[in-house]
């Protein structure tokens, strides 16, 4: 099961919407929505959303390896510490994308069991 931390960005697994985790006590997360309620979910029914160093960027086109970006406009090879700063930055992307992964794998068996309960 996922941790979630005090400041974390998160999704509504089953519902349209999101938040910030203000607070997580007794197996529940307190996520504040944007009305500014904070509603308890179990840690199941959310799903992290990438930090600035995460998944966000992999779509943002202007900050896909920007040290590395930065060096090709400059016509010049990357240092060595952009590449480890670039190698980092995908292994975080990597580390996330697989846990959002797992985490949809087993909403989508949850709901295919709820689904087959139903017909």
Do not use: C, H
């Not at 090709?72 to 846990?99: G, V």
């Amino acid at each position: 099961m996922q941790q979630f931390n005090i400041g974390d960005k998160v999704k509504f697994l089953n519902s349209v919407g999101g938040g910030i985790v203000k607070r997580v006590e007794d197996g529940r997360v307190y996520v504040e929505d944007e009305t500014g309620f904070d509603i308890p979910f179990a840690p199941g029914e959310l799903i992290r959303m990438a930090d600035q160093q995460g998944v966000a960027k992999a779509f943002n086109d202007e900050t896909i390896g920007s040290a590395v970006k930065k060096a090709k406009e400059e016509r010049r090879e990357p240092t060595q510490l952009e590449l480890i700063e670039e190698n980092r930055r995908l292994r975080s992307q990597n580390a996330n994308l697989q846990d959002q992964i797992k985490q949809l794998k087993s909403q989508v068996l949850s709901l295919q069991r709820t689904i087959a309960r139903i017909s």
